[in-house]
């Protein structure tokens, strides 16, 4: 025992009046753990081996030690952070002997089968320091893995090349902090506009579209509750405070089968839980909003809560348009977080906010009111020593308002003679509860199955036309709504073969009813990893996803005018079937590398019929709508490397979308309105010293396709005369062509440049001061994306299409402290 414990390095206490220490034993050479010689010398004895206080104690039992000791036993818990309590998601936990690897879930829960005996387990969060942890496992265990808070400077913290589990994009394999929004803070929800094969839709309505699908079809979840419009700013500015936000994960390459309602992307925000040791917190203040952000415990170590705040103030100070342009924001978002037990944990989240825009060109005016309210409960539960199960309740409601407005002036005066206001509004709100089990079968095997059940109500609205805007929503009469229900049930097996190779087949089985139509869909899933060596790996993920949900925006109608409606008998669920093969480099030297290669079919796509009503019609609305199929295809390159104090990174994406409906373009395909050939973003970032940063990012994107019916008249700031139709659309050049009555302008490639810098510095033993600075559009790109609605100044108010921007060169200043 003496030996043992001089070579272990561990101290071994017990007494010999329960021990018979008569006998001899040989060990052979090489290594072996603790727990196995242990298991040999004291095989028969009446003793039970514990850890106290860092000691092993050989303790009497009744019951005398088995022959042989398992082979191995679980160690499971929490990844946290220290002091706070703080769960991490998706940190990663290596044995340093045997190179077994885990990753905790996105509520920090992790479990590993490791043989008896000591082990030191290196744990590593993005930002964060690893850790290496030493532990004595002589029984399965239940012990939570805690971090340091203290972040590094420079750079980012990852497992290398880990095998990895998903295709899901993470924050620390991109630069986040190059993005600075209009706040003048890192917005890192936003970021995901860096990333290849994700591309913005318009300053006008900022949707996220991913990989040619439309901009509905990109789920946006908050603390797993559906956001309909994640967006503030028309899509400049993301709901979420960066000081609330825990982690970020975007699923474009791959679709775990917990996923459905959407077939381009999920993107999965959570939030902080709240500090359950002191109060902390973050205010700031810039040119167009005030924040603050608190967290800290209502019971130490029990109850905590987190709260964040943001409102726009009235913004002379930011010179955004030439024109009228008043905008007016807030939101409240809190979570409180309650310990019920070591086993049990309840979270209460909440969000409110809401946005004014009114935007007045010379004749015309644009009104666009919306916000999101959302309401959540989260219940993790420990089952045992390899379960885990999360129960959520979800609800979450969006209303939009949108207007225009069209005036005949005086041509001597400048005065409004005439108008004639168009407004719309409507509303949608979705009820859902759904579990997630987490089993971990054994070493090599994880398994995952849940449940989910939802109810979506859609409150369309008539349109009111009348002299002035109608922003009191009693003013509009509520038409039939719309409501349907999903059921879901999912399942899939983590299969590891060896520490090189991962494989996971998935399964979701869909259910959906709107009145007396019926669906059912088999959607399978797939994702493998193959480590090739301790610096390349290969990726191929397989996806079928179905989509139940509609949206229709007209382009007619206000600047986010958004119209949704379930799937019917006439109008079928969106699907998708997608293919995606990738190769990762990473030489923990500071050079990453990933290339992916997809190829996605879609059919039952949406476009406004012609001579469809753009007015929603309670009876007519399905014959307005088309259904067709489309396709996207392309190669996409994310590359980051870091020198010195220098961070570089590019991401590129070359790709192809079309559409086909058979009452458009003779029923041939032609290209999506998105299909922007060629994606660019060019990121470098510089930090003279370790509380200094600077940084730029150039983004260059190939123009939208803009398809325009018969009658649309169009008076562009360089009119080209219609093309007989012997030009490719594809051409980057702008113009006009007409095929069958059917017009299609490719509008000029979409480019600019923004600069930001951070300075920090600290005051006493608390504070931290930031303050940070940048442009937007930096070289005044004159980009001319915008497209807007004008009449003619008649009686039938002709519609003529025309070429804008909203913003120019603006710059922004802000002041954070924390505290």
């Known amino acids: ?118 082990h030191y387990l290196e744990v590593n969060h993005s930002k964060m320091p690893p850790r290496i942890i030493a532990i004595f496992i002589t029984s399965s265990t239940k012990n939570n893995l805690v971090i340091s808070p203290v972040k590094l400077p420079e750079v980012n913290i990852d497992a290398g090349n880990a095998l990895q589990q998903d295709g899901g994009s993470r924050t620390d394999k991109y630069l986040t902090g190059a993005y600075n929004n209009f706040l003048g803070e890192s ?49 400049e500015i993301s709901i979420i405070n960066n000081a609330s936000v825990k982690s970020i994960r975007q699923y474009k390459n791959d679709f775990p089968s917990r996923f459905d309602g959407a077939i381009s992307s999920v993107t999965e925000v959570n939030t902080r839980d709240g500090n359950m040791d002191k109060w902390t917190g973050e205010a700031s203040a810039g040119l ?284 079928r669920p969106v699907e998708s079937h997608m293919i995606n093969a990738g190769y990762n480099f990473n030489d923990k030297k500071g050079l990453f590398l990933s290339v992916d290669a997809y190829y996605k079919t879609m059919r039952n796509n949406t476009n406004f019929a012609e001579k469809g009503n753009i007015f929603y019609d309670e009876d007519t609305w399905e014959k307005d709508i088309l259904a067709g199929k489309g396709c996207s295809y392309g ?36 290209p999506f309105r998105y299909d922007r050939r060629h994606n660019l973003n060019a990121a470098v970032n510089y930090s003279p010293l370790p509380n200094w940063d600077l940084g730029i990012v150039w983004y260059f994107s190939s123009g939208d396709l803009l398809f325009l019916p018969p009658g649309i008249e169009e008076d562009f700031d360089t009119p080209t005369p219609p093309n007989p139709g012997n030009k490719d659309p594809d051409n980057t050049n702008s113009f006009i062509f007409d095929r069958s009555g059917y017009q299609f302008k490719r509008i000029p490639p979409y480019h600019r440049l923004n600069f930001n810098t951070n300075f920090s510095f600290h005051s006493g033993k608390k504070l931290t001061h930031k303050v940070s600075a940048g442009l937007y559009n930096a070289y005044q790109a004159r980009n001319k994306y915008i497209l807007d609605v004008w009449n003619l100044q008649n009686d039938t108010y002709n519609t003529t299409l025309s070429e804008n921007r909203l913003f120019d060169l603006t710059f922004y200043l802000s002041y954070t402290l924390r505290f």
């Not at 590019?650 to 458009?664: H, K, M, P, V």
Request: proline share 3%.
């Open 1 to 118: 025992m003496s030996k043992i414990s001089s070579y272990s390095g561990t101290v071994i206490e017990y007494s010999t009046n329960y021990l018979t220490t008569d006998s001899i034993f040989s060990i052979g050479e090489g290594t072996a753990t603790l727990g196995a010689v242990l298991g040999k010398l004291l095989n028969g004895q009446k003793v039970k081996i514990e850890e106290i206080n860092n000691k092993i104690m050989l303790l009497p039992s009744s019951i005398a030690l088995s022959e042989k000791l398992p082979e191995k036993y679980i160690l499971y818990g929490f990844t946290m952070e220290e002091g706070s309590l703080e769960p991490l998601a998706y940190a990663s936990i290596k044995d340093l002997e045997s190179g077994q690897m885990c990753q905790s879930n996105m509520f920090g829960y992790y479990s590993i089968l490791l043989q008896p005996g000591k």
């Open 187 to 235: 917005d890192p929800v936003r970021s995901l506009y860096l990333l290849p094969g994700n591309v913005e839709t318009q300053e006008t309505t900022g949707k996220l579209v991913v990989r040619g699908g439309d901009p509905d079809q990109s789920l946006f979840l908050l603390d797993g509750n559906q956001v309909f419009n994640p967006s503030h700013l028309l899509g």
């Open 288 to 571: 167009l909003t005030g924040a603050l952000t608190l967290e800290g415990p209502l019971r130490k170590g029990r109850t905590a809560l987190m709260l964040s705040m943001r409102n726009s103030w009235s913004n002379p100070l930011l010179n955004i348009l030439d024109d009228d342009y008043r905008l007016r924001f807030y939101d409240i978002h809190f979570k409180l977080t309650h310990i019920i037990d070591a086993n049990n944990k309840l979270m209460l989240t909440g969000y409110l906010g809401r946005d004014h825009l009114n935007l007045r060109q010379h004749d015309y005016q644009n009104l666009q009111v919306w916000g999101n309210r959302l309401a959540t409960i989260n219940w993790n539960h420990l089952l045992g020593k390899r379960s885990f199960v999360n129960t959520t309740l979800n609800v979450s409601n969006y209303n939009n308002l949108a207007g225009i407005k069209f005036s005949v002036l005086n041509d001597s005066t400048g005065k409004e003679e005439d108008s004639k206001a168009f407004s719309n509004y409507a509303s949608i709100e979705r009820l859902e509860a759904k579990t997630q089990f987490e089993y971990n079968a054994f070493s090599q095997a994880r398994l995952r199955f849940g449940a989910k059940v939802a109810q979506t109500t859609i409150k369309p609205f008539n349109t009111s036309i009348a002299t002035e805007f109608q922003e009191e929503t009693d003013y509009y009469q509520p038409m039939k709504p719309l409501r349907f229900n999903e059921y879901a049930l999912y399942i899939e097996n983590e299969f590891r073969i060896g520490t090189n190779i991962l494989i996971r087949p998935g399964l979701n089985y869909a259910m959906y009813n709107f009145r007396n139509y019926h669906h059912r869909s088999l959607q399978p899933r797939l994702f493998a990893a193959y480590r090739i060596n301790k610096a390349q790996q290969l990726t191929f993920s397989y996806a079928r996803m179905v989509q139940y949900l509609h949206q229709v925006t007209s382009p007619f109608l206000g600047i986010n005018s958004e119209f949704w409606v379930p799937s019917t008998a006439l109008l």
């Open 635 to 670: 190669a996409e390159l994310l590359a980051r490397k870091q020198v010195n104090k220098w961070q570089f990174q590019l991401s590129y994406a070359l790709t192809r979308s079309q559409r086909q409906f058979a009452g458009i373009n003779e029923g041939k395909k032609y």
